[in-house]
């Protein structure tokens, strides 16, 4: 008899590390017209917001981080390059970093992304060997 | 004659993506204990903060962000496995994340860390042409 462990998760969350190109000056500009897109974002993939805070720099720029149950989603603008640094980290369903990611590019429509996915934590293994189950082959 | 530009400034920031492993978990579990250390990074690399917020998980575990003028700095743990997850952003002089982290690192005393470094806004030119002096060879 061979035993054999069942797939076993990997990591403590996923990191959608984001740079966003050729996004409107205008729309980037300013926290007033930016928090309301991240808030949004926020609230249709589901997450759970504990808090958030967003700076107005002179003349232009915003930048803003929300801390979550689940993580943290931030961003930093350079409206002279037409530039958002985006990143959103969640723990628990990884399907809730993807779909705030999608809602943002949605919403910014930059002109190019370049992105990376990050596990962290990922040497961890979140089923313990004792809570895998064996199964008998 | 022939002309060469100086070295051009690429990207718009720094961003230090960092797994703590094998971390003390009494001092990684409260926002009590990990709130002064992030804050003191702060202070220590020369960063000018914004706002703050921590958040304390029940019955163990700690989250917090700090924006700063240069971008962010945040952390998650997880107390059960001795893992801290760590993001140091900043733009403006590089070695102020550095300086950041390693102090991060000589508070937390981590027995093995993952780490990458990534440039933010890469396909940035911060020197456009016509700020590049132009030099005789």
Known sequence: MKLKWRMMKVGVGIHIIADFY????????????????????VEYSRLTKISS???QFR?????????????????HTWP??????????TCGDPTTAEDA???????????????KKITRGELINENAPENVEEISL
């Open 59 to 75: 003349p232009r720029g915003a930048s803003g981080v929300v801390l979550l149950a689940e993580s943290h989603l931030s961003f």
């Open 101 to 115: 990611f999608s809602f943002l590019v949605d919403k910014l429509k930059p002109t190019s992304v370049m992105t």
């Open 22 to 41: 050729g996004v409107d000056s205008d729309l980037i500009a300013t926290t007033e017209r930016m928090s309301p897109i991240i808030e949004a974002a």
């Open 80 to 89: 002279e390059y037409g530039l958002v640094t985006l990143d959103v980290y």
């Open 53 to 55: 805070d967003y700076y």
